[in-house]
Structures are given as structure tokens and as C-alpha cells.
């Protein structure tokens, strides 16, 4: 190994044996945002930076120590997404999605922070992210909720997971919250940690975020945002909670909950776990109507989400119930020069007939044994055998290689009909 390149530190593969349960997830995940109505929207990995700095906020752990920005060879500034909702917005607005329109949007894909790589942090990881324009109404939050409520049910993970929700109030409730919580802060100025002195007055909400053990006790006594929300923010959140209430999800009211990223508004909600140590959120949004006019838009709503896919999958990986497609049904053995080109004929003529079938041909000969323990190997069920002597009668042997129902000989026609029945009753 002494030359070979090594990938990039908190930047991981993910190998053929772990694809499977991706696949798995993410045609869940797919099924689910069809039955809610929301489209795909792909977007570009790569954006200016100023986006990035002027939507996430130039005082948040994002923008100012875990992007990856570079200059590229014009002199101009890029940056490596973080994240996906100001690239989602950026394209809605670049392409005048928002004039007048409601919009339901997913992606999901690679994002990249220069964090310390730990189990459930990562420096590329991928996420789901979920984006609604256009909708004033509580009911959209809730929807959202009900969303992932049922992924987690169908990923069969329901019960590991737990909701968390606050409200942020408007721009001037959170004003007069801010005000109380520096005079707070300001008389506890010894249990903040450095990072939090500096937030004292550029972000003091974000010191309620900290993951500071030492710091938990003064962040618990502090004064809470709930007590500074008017008429307005209150039916707001007390219209999500009681259609959560009305279909018996469970939620708790976390008052410190206040979200890394500059651009929320009323509601906030996490989906956390005690599974994954101290990486415990594992799926997190909320309302973001401000920033549609910080990014140069016209006022309107905003509501989104996004998760964390390795988290999904490492809490995923507990569970003894998913069953994962195996890459190959059958296993094709060829002994002998005939038999080599008549069993890639009758291959393709198997795939064309039966698309579905997962089929492979052993390739590069050697003996009938040695392949026959690539067969058992390969996790199929069945193997396909055939030497010179069924290559020149048009037949093939099937054996099944989970029982000791011995082999059959058939024609080739029947030996395609005879797969067809194998999928059919696998359904
Ligand atoms: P954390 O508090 O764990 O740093 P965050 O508030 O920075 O998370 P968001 O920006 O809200 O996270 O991203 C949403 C989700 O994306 C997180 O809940 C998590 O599941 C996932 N996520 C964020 N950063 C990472 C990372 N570095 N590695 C793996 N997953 C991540
Ligand atoms: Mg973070």
C-alpha cells in the first residue's frame, strides 16, 4: 500500500456490500415524497460563495469554519454546498419558480463541511432535503412533520426516533428574546466558553445551541423564547401541534431549540435519537420565509428540512427486519468452447424475456467445480449449467443451489418459463 492514494480524511466510500441498504432507503425515500406530491429538483454541487454567506449567516459555525471555498481559475470564489437550501432557493428564484406558485421540492446528494471527522460526522455526507414555497399556513409544517413521521414508520425506525419542536417567533420577537438573553448571558459571563463570548453580541442565540457539556447548566436556566412570542407565532405553532396532536404524533416542546443557521422564523423542529452518541439529530428544518427576500426575492413562505443519510443508515443497520435484494438470482456455469457462446446467447435471450431476473455469467472458464463454488458464492438461487452437449441440443441445466432439489434439464424455451415462475412466486 505504500504508494497507493488514500481518499480525503472524513470523506468515505461506500462499498458494493453497503450499497444494497442505500438502495434500500432510497427507494423509500422516493416512494414517499411521490405519495405527499413533491417533485425532484437536481442542483449543482458548486455555488458562489457569497451565497452561501449572505443566506446561512457570515456568524454561524457553517460559514465561518466548515466551508470548503476556493477561488477557481477566473479568481472567483466558490464554495463546496454545506448545504442544499440556499442552492434550492437560489435555482427557484434564478428560474422565477416562486411567482405565485406553491412548490413542494426534494434533493438529496453530497454536501461537504470541514468538520472534525467523528462517528455520524463526516467532512462529504449526504443529505435528503425537502423544500415548500409559496405556503403561509401551519398546515405546510405539519405536513412536512407527517412526511417524515411516515418515513421513519416505513424505514422502520418510528420508534428510535423522537420530535422536537420551538418556535423563533418573528424578526422583532426574537429581537426583544435577544435583548433579555445578553443581559442573561452578561451575568454568567464565566460559564460561557470563549466561542460563546464572541456570539455574545453577533449571535446569542447560538450559544442555546452549544454542545459544551460545561456550558448545559447555564444554557438550561436561561430565559426561554416561547414567553416573547405574540398572538401571531403562538397560533402558528398551536396550529402544528394540534394536527400532530389530532392524528397521535408525539412531539416535545424543546425551548432551546434554536437551529445553527441564521435564516428560521417561527417554527423549528429536530428529529433526534439517543442511538448515535453524541451526533443525536438525525433530521432537522423548520420555516424560513425571511430569507426568500435575502436572497433578492419577493416577500413569501418557506418551509424545509433536511437529514443526514448516514445517520438514517446507522441507525438502519440495528435492525434485524430489513430483507435487501441480492445482487444475483442466477449463476451461469459454462464448460466447453460451445457451451460458452450458446450460454451468452441464452443469457441475453433469459434477460430479454424475464428483465427482472438478476443474472450472472461466470466469465474466464476454469473448471466445472471451481465454478460451481462461484455459484454457491455468488448468494443466487439458482445455477444455469450448460457444457457442449446441452449447447447442441438447445437445453440448459437449472439447479437450485438453496435445496437439494437436484438438477433439471430443459429446453431452453421451458427453462425461460421456469423463470418467469421463479420471480412471479418470489413476489
Ligand atoms: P449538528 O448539530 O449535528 O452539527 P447541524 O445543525 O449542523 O447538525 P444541519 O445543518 O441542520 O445540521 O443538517 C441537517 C442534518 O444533516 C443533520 O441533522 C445531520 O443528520 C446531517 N449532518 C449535518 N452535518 C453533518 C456531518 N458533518 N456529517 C454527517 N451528517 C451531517
Ligand atoms: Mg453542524
Known sequence: MANTIQAIRG?????????????????????????????????????????FKRSIGEVTDIVEKEMYTFDDRNGDSLTLRPEGTAGCLRACLEHSLLNGQVHRLW????????????????????????????????????????????????LGIRDKVRLQLNSLGTIEERKAYREELVVYFQQHLDALDEDSQRRLHTNPLRILDTKNPAMQDVVAKAPELMAFLGDGSRQHFQGITSVLEGLGVPYEINPRLVRGLDYYGKTVFEWVTDELGSQGTVCAGGRYDSLIEQLGGKANYAVGFAMGMERLLALMETLDTIVLAKPVDVYMVRVGTQAERAGLQFAEALRTAVPALKIQVNIDSGSFKSQFKKADKSGADYAIIIGDDEAGRGEVSIKSLRDEQGQQTLPNSLAIAFFQNYLASRK
Do not use: C, N
Not at 14 to 29: D, G, H, K, N, S
Not at 122 to 137: C, D, H, N, P
Open 11 to 51: 470523506m468515505h466510500d461506500v462499498l458494493p456490500e453497503q450499497t444494497p441498504l442505500w438502495q434500500y432507503a432510497e427507494t423509500i425515500i422516493r416512494d414517499v415524497m411521490a405519495a405527499y406530491g413533491y417533485s425532484e429538483i437536481r442542483l449543482p454541487i458548486v455555488e458562489k460563495t457569497e451565497l
Open 107 to 154: 434533493y438529496y446528494g453530497p454536501m461537504y463541511r470541514h468538520e472534525r471527522p467523528q462517528k455520524g460526522r463526516y467532512r462529504q455526507f449526504i443529505q435528503l432535503g425537502v423544500e415548500t414555497y409559496g405556503m403561509a399556513g401551519s398546515d405546510i409544517d405539519a405536513e412536512l412533520i407527517l412526511l417524515m413521521d411516515r418515513l421513519w414508520k416505513r
